[in-house]
């Protein structure tokens, strides 16, 4: 599987992007820089998209790709999501008041886009991929993935604080190749980190004991204004599997 870290960011500012990465060239997973990072080619080669949460630096691209590529697919985006997100999505953002809802536009039965609502702990088959969505622990019914196609697991716990189902379920898959994570906040900043259900250097520590051995841990979700003070921080930990994502439009390939 070819991963193109579209964004991996905590936060907006030159340079930073939001939570988007793209498998493949046509699943996405969140939406958070798809339009800023991407052609509009590009954007119309995608077919599904999982989303995490509806936290907006997840969600806010799906308004320009769908405003990009609305007339130029012939099918609709299909997005999967918890069927909280799903409905906050459509109350919130695409509900013709924020931005129109483009689940109707040009019309009902061809739309734009689709909403899906998948549930946790049930696998899905989307695109050829088999995906398990794990409930982790973040507002809004969030969601990570683990993501298998040709014998290569990677898995998304995209914005969570501590948490374990997913890690018990990932020691599952002996062909897992990357875990996909985060660090928000620096420690001194671990009761604000807590409180937003993030992590900072010293809980990702914690949390690594915990994960399947092994396994290279890309890190992203770093804030913009703490980018520089994160990367000593995260390198400080001496953790040899960790790689930070700090360059938004990077390739990685797993086979
Ligand atoms: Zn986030
Ligand atoms: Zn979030």
Not at 17 to 38: P, W
Not at 122 to 131: A, F, R, S, T
Not at 175 to 197: C, G, K, R
Request: glycine residues 6%; aromatic residues 8%.
């Amino acid at each position: 599987m070819k991963v193109k870290v579209i964004g991996s960011h905590g936060g907006v500012a030159p340079g930073f992007k939001t939570t988007s990465f793209l498998i493949d060239d046509c699943l996405l997973i969140d939406a958070g820089s798809v339009a800023e990072g991407l052609t509009v080619d590009a954007q119309k080669r995608i077919d599904h998209i999982l989303i995490s949460h509806a936290h907006l630096d997840h969600i806010k691209d799906m308004a320009f790709l769908c405003d990009n590529c609305f007339g130029l697919r012939d099918k609709p985006f299909e997005v999967y999501s918890h069927h909280t997100v799903k409905n906050a999505i459509k109350a919130h953002l695409m509900n013709d008041i924020i931005w129109p809802d483009f689940s109707k536009i040009p019309n009902e039965t061809n739309p734009t886009i689709r909403f899906n609502e998948i549930i946790p702990e049930k696998k899905v088959m989307i695109g050829g991929y088999e995906i398990l969505p794990v409930s982790v622990n973040h507002p809004g019914d969030t969601l990570g993935y683990i993501v298998q196609k040709d014998n290569v697991a990677l898995l998304f716990t995209l914005d969570t604080s501590s948490t374990d189902r997913i890690w018990q379920l990932a020691k599952k898959y002996k062909n897992l190749a990357a875990i996909f994570t985060e660090i928000s906040f620096p420690d001194h900043m671990q009761a604000v980190a807590e409180l937003s259900y993030h992590h900072c250097p010293k809980t990702l520590a914690k949390e690594i004991r915990k994960m399947p051995m092994d396994i290279p841990i890309y890190i992203g979700h770093l804030k913009p204004q703490f980018h520089s003070e994160l990367i000593t921080a995260i390198n400080g930990l001496e953790e040899e599997n960790l790689h930070i994502l700090d360059q938004d439009g990077m390739i990685l390939k797993f086979t």
